[in-house]
């Protein structure tokens, strides 16, 4: 399998621009998750779907934020409009619920608001 | 409120053994799972304790202790290779739940 695929690795963007955040997941895992990670705050858990239903919103910092998991090999994050506090490194990662202790993170998309 | 204390940071040289400990309170508890992470790299899974004792892979070897609320993750013969990060994550409920992060300990290994 090629394991959890993230896309863009990088992106830069200006305050204000929306950006999007793209994961496919590895095929048959049936949770996804979406992490933040800064040196300030460590890894955070910003949302979660299983079975392409988000469970857990309650780590999206602000209505700025928000998910998608149209089918079980597709999620997306968005952020609009992007602010620099929005700078961080954001991971994808997947699993089987039954396993969740079990999860594959992608490479991540190193974000840079300017 | 939930908690997971790791120490910042640990410095070791190679052919070593380090202990990372893990303490937790959270609201529920299943299981304490422990992941690595090099710099610039992605989180990837080491271990999983559901159960009271010793889990051995390898060089690496977890422990939970549930009474305590306590685990360790470690690291035997060290090698350069294994400056990393070290997370440990408590799984709060069953299938289908999250996991919560512990902010993670900087392991360093100088030869």
């Known amino acids: 399998d090629a394991g959890v695929i993230q896309s863009p690795r990088h992106e830069v963007t200006e305050m204000g621009q929306e950006v999007t955040l793209r994961c496919k997941p590895i095929?048959?895992?049936?949770?996804l998750f979406w992490y933040r990670q800064t040196m300030m705050r460590g890894l955070e858990l910003l949302i979660y779907?299983?079975?392409?239903?988000?469970?857990?919103d309650s780590g999206m910092p602000e209505d700025r934020f928000s998910a998608k998991m149209p089918n079980a090999s597709f999620s997306t994050l968005k952020i609009q409009p992007s602010e620099p506090r929005d700078s961080a490194v954001y991971f994808c990662?997947?699993?089987?619920?039954?396993?969740?202790?079990?999860?594959?993170f992608g490479p991540g998309t190193r974000l840079t608001v300017t | 409120g939930q908690s997971l204390e790791q120490p910042s940071e640990v410095t070791a040289v190679e052919g070593a053994i380090v202990q990372i400990n893990c303490t937790y309170q959270?609201?529920?508890?299943?299981?304490l799972s422990w992941y690595q992470q090099h710099d610039g790299g992605a989180p990837t899974f080491l271990s999983y304790?559901?159960?009271?004792g010793l889990e051995e892979t390898g060089r690496f070897s977890s422990f939970l202790s549930r009474s305590d609320s306590y685990g360790y993750l470690l690291l035997q013969e060290l090698q350069m290779k294994d400056s990393a990060s070290y997370f440990c994550?408590?799984?709060?409920?069953?299938?289908?739940?999250?996991?919560?992060f512990g902010k993670g300990t900087t392991l360093s290994v100088s030869s």
């Open positions: 990662a997947s699993s089987l619920a039954r396993k969740g202790y079990e999860q594959y």
């Open positions: 095929s048959g895992h049936n949770s």
């Open positions: 779907f299983n079975n392409n239903v988000p469970i857990d």
């Open positions: 959270t609201s529920g508890f299943y299981g």
């Open positions: 304790n559901a159960l009271d």
């Open positions: 994550a408590v799984r709060e409920g069953q299938a289908g739940t999250a996991l919560i």
